[in-house]
């Protein structure tokens, strides 16, 4: 079992800045690779970046590429996405989720992917 939990959400004026994180206990976490989705009201569940579980690579929805960033520290396990230059539309409850990864450099932008999920954030931009 992994427990994660995310904080750093809130509300912010668009072109302003958030640094979202989340701590992870349980399982190593650095067996994980580690993804952020959001979810607006009515709308489904998207992906939003994701990171291997050695943070060799990452991936990036194309909605955030340039102005989000995803990181690790394995020694703190926690999880880290920097948002940039924030537009309304990235307004959302973020969530974090863990993926046992047998590859080093394995990401993924599938939900299903994911095993264990936070219970979200609330990032509110307003205009």
């Known amino acids: 079992q992994v427990q994660l939990i995310e904080s750093g959400g809130g509300l912010v004026q668009a072109g302003g800045s958030l640094r979202l994180s989340c701590a992870a206990s349980g399982r190593t976490f650095s067996s994980f690779a580690m993804g952020w989705f959001r979810q607006a009201p009515g709308k489904e569940r998207e992906f939003v970046a994701a990171i291997s579980r050695n943070s060799g690579r990452t991936y990036y929805a194309d909605s955030v590429k340039g102005r989000f960033t995803i990181s690790r520290d394995n020694a703190k396990n926690t999880v880290y996405l920097q948002m940039n230059s924030l537009k309304p539309e990235d307004t959302a409850v973020y969530y974090c989720?863990?993926?046992?990864?047998?590859?080093?450099?394995?990401?993924?932008?599938?939900?299903?992917?994911?095993?264990?999920w936070g219970q979200g954030t609330q990032v509110t931009v307003s205009s």
């Open positions: 989720a863990a993926d046992a990864a047998f590859s080093s450099d394995y990401v993924t932008s599938v939900a299903n992917g994911y095993e264990y």
